[in-house]
């Protein structure tokens, strides 16, 4: 069975700074693969998604992500963090024919002055 | 273009008691519809999931059930809410032919 793993349970970074979330998926074939945000309360929210073609996939809100295939990875990236980011961030990983996705247990991004 | 509603937005309810949460989806036909719980700092649960009216299929044995009475209603229930029920619920949507899914914006239930 698929799985998704990010490693960083939480993750702290000065405004401005750039931020890199990690995400390693293990499944036989390739993939789809999501990140989504959540912020306190709320319901989550597509930042990016990945099916097919160029690997470095860009989203909303400034983030993208870039999918390598010899590393299992899908990390999320953003060149300058701003206050409004801190939420939690949470992978998942699909494949054609299935209803259902696996989520990652979430990193949690808090933002400093 | 899609939206998608849950209600009610907060719950408080006291163990034994039932339960009813319901999803609904607007500008889409034939959606899959889907279940989780977020327990307090953890991660998603898928709870059940629907291709079609009638059609749910279960991911944990638990306490609850869902049920799915017309295409873009999704319903979840319980008999007698347990403590371990709190937490937060999420509603999600997604065209059949793609795997992204799309959330409502959640029930948080508390049982005392």
């Known amino acids: 069975a698929q799985s998704v793993t990010q490693p960083d349970i939480h993750i702290t970074v000065s405004e401005g700074a750039s931020l890199e979330l990690r995400c390693n998926y293990s499944y036989g074939a390739t993939p789809y693969l999501f990140w989504y945000v959540q912020s306190p309360g709320q319901g989550l929210q597509l930042l990016l998604k990945y099916f097919s073609g160029d690997t470095l996939v860009q989203g909303i809100k400034g983030f993208e992500a870039e999918f390598k295939r010899s590393q299992s990875s899908f990390n999320l990236r953003k060149p300058t963090v701003h206050w409004s980011d801190a939420a939690e961030y949470f992978c998942?990983?699909?494949?054609?024919?299935?209803?259902?996705?696996?989520f990652g247990t979430g990193t949690r991004l808090t933002i400093i002055p | 273009s899609q939206t998608i509603h849950q209600w009610p937005a907060t719950l408080v309810q006291p163990v034994g008691s039932p339960l009813s949460l319901e999803c609904t989806v607007e500008?889409?036909?034939?959606?899959?519809l889907y279940w989780y719980r977020q327990a307090a700092g953890r991660g998603l649960q898928l709870l059940f999931y629907s291709v079609g009216i009638g059609q749910i299929s279960s991911e944990v044995p638990q306490n609850l059930s869902a049920s799915r009475p017309q295409d873009r209603q999704f319903i979840l229930s319980s008999k007698k809410l347990l403590l371990s029920d709190s937490g937060f619920y999420l509603c999600?949507?997604?065209?059949?032919?793609?795997?992204?899914?799309?959330f409502g914006p959640g029930t948080r239930l508390t049982v005392l």
């Open positions: 999600a949507w997604s065209v059949r032919e793609a795997n992204e899914q799309f």
């Open positions: 998942a990983v699909g494949f054609f024919g299935n209803e259902k996705l696996t």
């Open positions: 500008g889409t036909s034939n959606p899959n």
